[in-house]
């Protein structure tokens, strides 16, 4: 009775069982007969070879393109103690081992333990097909592409044929451009009908890109005499064509700036154009901000690894409390008491400034610190042929939102009143019972806030150091000049003129004659304008 109990539930374990092993059996069946199929390669002579190859693109394994690699570029080695084909990289005077089919480690050996495996020149064209075969004809769209690139770029004859074949099969627009002017740059390194040349330079022109007239270039010396005009041409066509993509591209860069401008400006119109006051630690309220991020992303990484991707959610408003707190601090402790005594609140906030970056030195150390930008602000985007980044995309975006959030708080809630009640008449304001000390607190607290926000941005796009500030103060000051001291549009307007303006003169006179040019122009402009581009009134203002 016992033995048949037994017999029944070794049964029952084998029925349950079943199903595992018939689930693993196949994958490890798999690997392993293309490690069978790849050791092969390593018997007998060039007809074995070529056989071994065949086997391995008949298998279709995603291994096998990267395999067949290694194999034409010499990296495949025999172990002569086993048989057992290896990828083999120099370590020291060692060679160290890896497998082929899973990159698993398999120890170092010495080159006398190896022997390569050698192709000749007719494998190596099978070599190429094969890979071109199985990325071309790919699946994974990732992979056709690659491909199809790594073609355009070498444009080798040899692949022409397996091209025509990838391009009547794809059905990819992006893919299909790419493999269409991969054809007509292989067309122009052959000895094609002239019909046919004319009919790929059409293709290559119709592209309209850098790429397009980089072929052109390189194929107009060795054309024929009838066909160079025709090259010339389309070399004229693209480059009138890319002039009017560069001016975008550079309207684009300029709003750019202008943002970052903005960012950092904004918060200094507010406490210029209340207070009057000249501050130059303004910049250091940025590079605060920026440090809060690099804080905030610390903390986030030890307590919830798994937040990291909205540490930016976290950081904004951490990064506006703490330098809006430093604001407040600073103006009762230092500001208040130099009220209209313009060089000593600029002497002091300057001091202030040096003391600032040597704290911070002092804290984190004089080198940089890495902001981790989230995924969806990192990479790059294309219209047409312009190319753009998505962070700086998205700091246009937040300029804009902080922008009209700052209309609103001026415009729509009490504090906003008062400010700009300030702004036009301190003395009248204050006869009216508006605590103008509470307003000028929090004005240069909501300023340097704001600053603490561009902080958070610019840690996105540039070095986060004690230094980060100092490269937009000077650039801040000018933008509210030019705009008008204490009006937002104004701010607005300036930002995006100095922005574009720059981007504009930096391919002609380089970034630094492009910065000279432009203090230049606003030095003739306040001469006709002192008040900037758009004046507040009031009494105390035309006083």
């Given at each position: 009775?016992?033995?048949?109990?037994?017999?029944?539930?070794?049964?029952?374990?084998?029925?349950?069982?079943?199903?595992?092993?018939?689930?693993t059996?196949?994958?490890?069946?798999?690997?392993?007969?293309l490690?069978?199929?790849?050791?092969?390669?390593g018997?007998?002579?060039?007809?074995?070879?070529?056989?071994?190859i065949?086997a391995?693109?008949?298998?279709g394994?995603?291994?096998?393109?990267?395999?067949?690699?290694?194999?034409?570029?010499?990296?495949?080695?025999?172990?002569k103690?086993?048989?057992?084909?290896?990828?083999?990289?120099?370590?020291?005077?060692d060679?160290?081992?890896?497998?082929?089919?899973?990159?698993?480690?398999?120890?170092?050996?010495?080159?006398?333990?190896?022997?390569?495996?050698?192709?000749?020149?007719?494998?190596?064209?099978?070599?190429?097909?094969?890979?071109?075969?199985?990325?071309?004809?790919?699946?994974?769209?990732?992979?056709?592409l690659?491909?199809?690139?790594?073609i355009?770029?070498?444009?080798?004859?040899?692949?022409?044929?397996?091209?025509?074949?990838?391009?009547?099969?794809?059905?990819?627009?992006?893919?299909k451009?790419?493999?269409?002017?991969?054809?007509?740059?292989?067309?122009?390194?052959?000895?094609?009908?002239?019909?046919?040349k004319r009919?790929?330079?059409?293709?290559?022109?119709?592209?309209?890109?850098?790429?397009?007239?980089?072929?052109?270039?390189n194929s107009l010396?060795?054309?024929?005499?009838?066909?160079?005009?025709?090259?010339?041409?389309?070399?004229?066509?693209?480059?009138?064509?890319?002039?009017?993509?560069?001016?975008?591209?550079?309207?684009?860069?300029?709003?750019?700036?202008?943002?970052?401008?903005?960012?950092?400006?904004?918060?200094l119109?507010?406490?210029?154009?209340?207070?009057?006051?000249?501050?130059?630690?303004?910049?250091?309220?940025?590079?605060?901000?920026?440090?809060?991020?690099?804080?905030?992303?610390?903390?986030?990484?030890?307590?919830?690894?798994?937040?990291?991707?909205?540490?930016?959610a976290?950081?904004?408003?951490?990064?506006?409390?703490?330098?809006?707190?430093?604001?407040?601090?600073?103006?009762?402790g230092?500001?208040?008491?130099?009220?209209?005594?313009?060089?000593?609140?600029?002497?002091?906030?300057?001091?202030?400034?040096?003391?600032?970056?040597?704290?911070?030195?002092?804290?984190?150390?004089?080198?940089?610190?890495?902001?981790?930008?989230?995924?969806?602000m990192?990479?790059?985007?294309?219209?047409?042929?312009?190319?753009?980044?998505?962070?700086?995309?998205?700091?246009?975006?937040?300029?804009?939102?902080?922008?009209?959030?700052?209309q609103?708080?001026?415009?729509?809630?009490p504090?906003?009143?008062?400010?700009?009640?300030?702004?036009?008449?301190?003395?009248?304001?204050?006869?009216?019972?508006?605590?103008?000390?509470?307003?000028?607190?929090?004005?240069?607290?909501?300023?340097?806030?704001?600053?603490?926000?561009?902080?958070?941005?610019l840690?996105?796009?540039?070095?986060?150091?004690?230094n980060?500030?100092?490269?937009y103060?000077?650039?801040?000051?000018?933008?509210?000049?030019?705009?008008?001291?204490?009006?937002?549009?104004g701010?607005?307007?300036?930002?995006?003129?100095?922005g574009?303006?720059?981007?504009?003169?930096?391919?002609y006179?380089?970034?630094?004659?492009?910065?000279i040019?432009?203090?230049?122009?606003?030095?003739?402009f306040?001469?006709?304008?002192?008040?900037?581009?758009?004046?507040?009134?009031?009494?105390?203002i035309?006083?």
């Amino acid at each position: 009775m016992a033995t048949r109990l037994f017999k029944l539930i070794a049964f029952l374990i084998a029925i349950l069982a079943a199903p595992v092993f018939s689930t693993t059996t196949p994958a490890f069946a798999q690997a392993a007969d293309l490690s069978a199929m790849v050791d092969a390669l390593g018997q007998g002579g060039f007809p074995e070879r070529q056989k071994a190859i065949d086997a391995l693109v008949a298998s279709g394994d995603e291994h096998v393109p990267a395999i067949l690699l290694a194999l034409s570029d010499g990296n495949l080695f025999v172990r002569k103690a086993d048989a057992k084909v290896v990828l083999a990289t120099k370590a020291g005077s060692d060679l160290a081992l890896t497998s082929p089919v899973d990159g698993s480690d398999l120890g170092t050996a010495a080159s006398g333990d190896l022997e390569k495996i050698k192709v000749n020149n007719g494998l190596r064209t099978k070599i190429r097909t094969a890979i071109g075969k199985l990325t071309l004809l790919s699946p994974d769209r990732a992979t056709r592409l690659s491909a199809a690139q790594s073609i355009l770029k070498n444009a080798d004859p040899a692949m022409k044929d397996l091209l025509g074949q990838a391009m009547a099969a794809e059905t990819d627009p992006q893919i299909k451009n790419t493999m269409e002017l991969a054809d007509a740059v292989i067309v122009l390194k052959t000895d094609a009908a002239l019909e046919e040349k004319r009919a790929a330079v059409t293709t290559v022109v119709g592209h309209g890109d850098r790429a397009a007239q980089t072929v052109l270039i390189n194929s107009l010396a060795g054309a024929p005499d009838e066909l160079k005009p025709v090259i010339q041409t389309g070399i004229d066509s693209i480059g009138r064509t890319l002039a009017v993509w560069d001016v975008g591209q550079n309207l684009l860069y300029g709003i750019s700036l202008a943002s970052v401008l903005l960012l950092a400006a904004i918060g200094l119109a507010i406490t210029f154009g209340v207070m009057g006051v000249i501050n130059m630690a303004h910049g250091e309220m940025v590079m605060l901000g920026a440090y809060t991020t690099y804080v905030v992303q610390n903390i986030i990484t030890i307590v919830a690894p798994g937040l990291m991707e909205y540490s930016l959610a976290f950081a904004v408003p951490a990064a506006f409390l703490f330098t809006a707190l430093v604001g407040v601090c600073i103006e009762r402790g230092i500001i208040r008491w130099l009220y209209g005594r313009p060089l000593e609140t600029l002497l002091a906030t300057w001091g202030l400034s040096l003391i600032l970056q040597q704290v911070v030195r002092t804290i984190f150390g004089p080198t940089n610190k890495l902001v981790q930008p989230p995924q969806w602000m990192s990479g790059t985007f294309d219209i047409g042929n312009l190319s753009f980044t998505w962070n700086r995309l998205w700091i246009i975006v937040f300029a804009i939102a902080v922008f009209f959030a700052l209309q609103i708080i001026l415009n729509r809630t009490p504090l906003g009143l008062q400010m700009r009640a300030v702004t036009q008449n301190r003395r009248m304001a204050s006869a009216m019972g508006i605590r103008t000390p509470f307003v000028d607190a929090m004005t240069f607290g909501l300023g340097s806030g704001i600053a603490g926000m561009a902080g958070v941005a610019l840690s996105q796009i540039d070095n986060v150091s004690p230094n980060l500030g100092q490269g937009y103060i000077i650039d801040s000051f000018m933008v509210v000049v030019f705009g008008g001291v204490g009006n937002l549009w104004g701010t607005l307007i300036g930002a995006l003129t100095l922005g574009v303006a720059n981007k504009f003169l930096e391919p002609y006179a380089g970034a630094v004659l492009a910065k000279i040019a432009i203090l230049v122009l606003i030095i003739l402009f306040i001469q006709r304008r002192p008040r900037g581009l758009f004046a507040l009134k009031g009494r105390a203002i035309e006083q």
